[in-house]
């Protein structure tokens, strides 16, 4: 592992939220560029934590990469600072994320969201989202589409509800949605998450809005 185990405990005690904010105002860690994706979407997210009546909220803007067998979703402040970002393939998921002193650290572990769980204390749904942000379920998982036929406006699968808020008009690809992951107990972690899309690069549209 690229970090130590103590860094590790230390990545999971710390509130995820309070880590991305402390990234923002450092400005210090950055990541070298990943190498040109097979296909990519752009845009900027808002994420929402509860944990048990606690609160807080973050906001920045993402790219979600796809290359031939891997699958690299990037978050940054407004200001295009690194907050975090999660690399997964066959061989599992690292996740890259900025320590206490600015500098970047790395974690890996088998899947992306126990790897985003342990270290951030939330999941990220990256194995999912993928699709998702297509308006489309991810294939070979149970899934709940409505309407059961068209293009998808609601999509339950792997604990989130995915809502498709709007659409371009003249791709019908998603422009805004939302994903939410309810508590499962009162103590739990409800999670939302909003993205809006901006259009892709052979796609004519208007840039995207903030999320509210």
């Known amino acids: 592992m690229a970090a130590t185990r103590r860094e590790f405990l ?4 710390r509130a995820a939220l309070g880590l991305l ?3 923002i105002s450092s400005g210090c860690a950055s990541l070298a560029p990943a190498e040109p994706p097979l296909h990519v979407y752009t845009g900027r997210f808002a994420a929402s934590v509860d944990r048990g009546g606690d609160r807080q909220a973050i906001s920045g803007r993402f790219t979600l990469a796809m290359h031939p067998g891997r699958t ?11 907050l975090a970002r999660v690399e997964t393939d066959a061989a599992g998921a690292t996740l890259t994320a900025p320590k206490a002193d600015g500098t970047l650290a790395t974690w890996k572990g088998d899947s992306p969201e126990a790897l ?4 951030l204390g939330f999941g990220l749904p990256v194995s999912g989202l993928a699709d998702w942000i297509a308006g489309r379920a ?3 998982r149970p899934a709940r589409l409505s309407p059961e036929s068209g293009p998808a406006k609601r999509i339950e699968q ?3 509800v995915i809502v498709i808020e709007e659409r371009f008009e003249d791709t019908g690809a998603p422009r805004r949605l939302s994903l939410d992951r309810v508590a499962d107990t009162a103590a739990g972690t409800a999670l939302r998450l909003r993205f809006a899309l901006e259009p892709l690069p052979n796609a004519p549209g208007v840039p995207a809005p903030v999320p509210q």
């Open 72 to 82: 690299t979703l990037d978050l940054a402040s407004p200001l295009g600072n690194t």
């Open 10 to 13: 230390a990545g999971r005690q």
């Open 158 to 160: 792997d604990g989130w």
């Open 21 to 23: 904010a402390m990234a």
């Open 138 to 140: 991810a294939p070979g």
């Open 116 to 119: 985003a769980e342990a270290a």
